[in-house]
């Protein structure tokens, strides 16, 4: 029924020779009574649009992880080298007994050193506690009173440094070696009967008889072991913890 009369008030409108603006007018009434009613009621779905071409604003933002660069390894330090002048000397004590009786040429002995070495600048090269190793170049008894220290040289060929051996030139020095006698030996006994006999040869000629011989015998034996005494030999001693002073013949480093 209502629709009927708009309608019918549009003609009349028409009808009444109403212009352009009027048609204009009465087109929009008439397309705004086709319009379908609208159910209010109907709930709406206001969700975020996923996919396709909308923004899901409520996704959180992704925060790119920071690069940690490592630093640079350093370079190893350049190692220091210690050096020792030629002529250097340091004290150093004797590990064992040496002895001309027991020990022989080319035998080895070895000493510990006293009291750290250092150089012009202060620094250690050669610690308290390193171990110097010598060759036994020469040694040999004392054979008469006349010689009053034997033979005995000893040559410096490394030390050992904190487990570490280095080559090492030098001479060394005994500073407590000593001489020991020996028990009197078949050769002097030898020598004591050489000076009887002679002797007892020498009273007869003196006497031409037994008397003299007797005498020149006591005489002859007297000298004869005076000359045992004399050329009776003595062992070159090297007493374990004596000194040893040990002089660089040339320059060391380490």
């Known amino acids: 029924m209502p629709k009927r009369l708009a309608v019918l008030t549009l ?31 109907v709930s709406l779905n206001d969700g975020p649009v996923t996919g396709g071409g909308g923004m899901d604003h409520s996704a959180k933002p992704v925060t790119p992880k920071p690069v940690i660069r490592k630093p640079a390894a350093p370079k190893p330090a350049a190692p220091v080298v210690r050096s020792l002048a030629s002529g250097t000397t340091m004290a150093t004590t004797m590990d064992r007994e040496l002895s001309s009786r027991t020990d022989k040429a080319g035998d080895t002995v070895t000493t510990t050193v006293s009291a750290d070495v250092t150089n012009a600048r202060g620094q250690v090269v050669i610690p308290a506690g390193s171990k110097v190793t010598f060759s036994i170049a020469e040694i040999h008894e004392s054979e008469n009173k006349g010689d009053k220290t034997g033979k005995l ?22 500073l407590d070696r000593m001489l020991r006698d020996r028990k009197t030996n078949a050769g002097d006994v030898a020598k004591v009967g050489a000076g009887t006999a002679a002797g007892a040869i020498v009273g007869r ?23 045992a005494v004399e050329t009776q030999d003595r062992d070159v001693v090297v007493l374990a913890g004596s000194r040893v002073e040990v002089t660089l013949g040339s320059s060391f480093s380490r």
């Open 11 to 41: 003609a009349v409108l028409v009808g009444c020779g109403g212009g352009g603006e009027d048609r204009m007018a009465a087109d929009s009434l008439s397309r705004d009574l086709q319009r379908l009613p609208t159910d209010s009621s």
């Open 153 to 174: 040289t000893l040559t410096p060929t490394q030390v050992e440094i904190n487990g570490r051996s280095y080559a090492l030139e030098g001479s060394a020095e005994a």
């Open 205 to 227: 000629v003196i006497g031409g008889n037994t008397k003299g011989a007797v005498i020149g015998g006591i005489l002859g034996g007297a000298i004869g072991t005076q000359r």
